[in-house]
């Protein structure tokens, strides 16, 4: 019995493809994906524990960093590598929260805690993350930390009084480093 060739010709081709799609088909996966990506938490808090004493550099030296997503008491746990409790508080003194709005708006970016008390005329030397420097808006200073120098992304300066509703013009959202003291 013969097939006719009109039939012959798009049944071989069907085949071929088939074969073809079957051949280049990646495997599928041993276990489902998730069909959408994991939450991002709402709120994150972020704590920095400086030493006073500057190193060589001038900068206070970085004793730990960590962020938590729940509380400020948990950032600064991690970040000083302590479990904290009833009986263990926080030892480390609140030297200043950056703000990510104007008018401290949009919640603290970053909190940083001082190993030798609050501030000085010396006071300790601050650098930040890069994403958070080009967010900060706004600035509280605690524990006698009244004045802070500013250095910005654009290598510009200035001295202001603690705290500072509103960084303005060079230094909104391009806050690359700062002095935080007391005067």
Not at 17 to 42: E, H, Q, T
Request: charged letters at 20%; one cysteine or more; glycine letters at 10%.
């Amino acid at each position: 019995m013969r097939i006719p060739r009109r039939i012959v010709g798009p049944a071989l081709a069907a085949c071929l493809a088939l074969a073809g799609s079957a051949a280049v088909a990646p495997a599928a996966p041993a276990s489902p994906l998730p069909s959408r990506p994991l939450p991002i938490p709402a709120v994150q808090y972020c704590a920095a524990v400086l030493g006073h004493v500057p190193g060589a550099d001038g900068r206070s030296p970085m004793l730990g960093r960590a962020c938590s997503t729940d509380s400020r008491e948990d950032a600064l746990a991690k970040a000083d590598g302590v479990d904290r409790s009833a009986e263990r508080p926080m030892d480390r003194t609140l030297l200043l929260e950056e703000f990510k709005d104007v008018e401290y708006g949009g919640g603290v970016l970053y909190a940083f805690y001082g190993d030798a008390g609050g501030c000085d005329a010396t006071g300790y030397h601050l650098v930040n993350y890069f994403d958070v420097a080009l967010n900060v808006s706004s600035m509280k200073g605690y524990n006698n930390c009244n004045a802070v120098h500013l250095w910005s992304t654009l290598d510009v300066e200035k001295t202001m009084d603690l705290p500072a509703p509103a960084l303005g013009g060079n230094f909104n959202d391009a806050v690359r480093e700062l002095q935080v003291f007391h005067r």
